[in-house]
C-alpha cells in the first residue's frame, strides 16, 4: 500500500481535489475555474493510469511502452505477490 501513496503522486492530488472543492463554494465558476478542474482531472487519471502499471510491474506482467515506470519494474516486482496472485488465479479454476 504504501508503494501507491508515496510513489504516484496521489496524496498530492486528492489534497488538491478536496482544497478545490472546499474553494468551490465561494466562487463562480469561470474559466479558469474550469481549467483547474480539467488539469486536475488529467492529473488524478494520470495518478490512476500510474497506480495500475505499478500493480501490473509487482506481479510480473508486462507494463505499457508509455509508462512512467518502463524500465524500473523491478523495483517494484514481488516473487512473493507474484505467487500469491498465481495461487489465486489457480484456485479460481
Known amino acids: 500500500m504504501r508503494k501507491y501513496l508515496t510513489g504516484t503522486g496521489l496524496i498530492g492530488t486528492l489534497s488538491t481535489g478536496y482544497s478545490m472543492l472546499r474553494s468551490a463554494n465561494d466562487q463562480r465558476f469561470t474559466w479558469r475555474s474550469g481549467l483547474a478542474?480539467?488539469?486536475?482531472?488529467?492529473?488524478?487519471?494520470?495518478?490512476?493510469?500510474?497506480i495500475l502499471d505499478i500493480h501490473k510491474a509487482s506481479v510480473g506482467r508486462e507494463v505499457p511502452q508509455d509508462s512512467?515506470?518502463?524500465?524500473k519494474e523491478k523495483k517494484y516486482f514481488s516473487a512473493i505477490e507474484a505467487e500469491k496472485r498465481a495461487q489465486r488465479l489457480a484456485?479460481?479454476?
Not at 68 to 71: D, E, L, N
Open 37 to 50: 478542474w480539467l488539469s486536475w482531472g488529467i492529473t488524478f487519471a494520470l495518478t490512476i493510469g500510474t
Open 68 to 71: 512512467p515506470i518502463k524500465g
Open 91 to 93: 484456485a479460481r479454476r
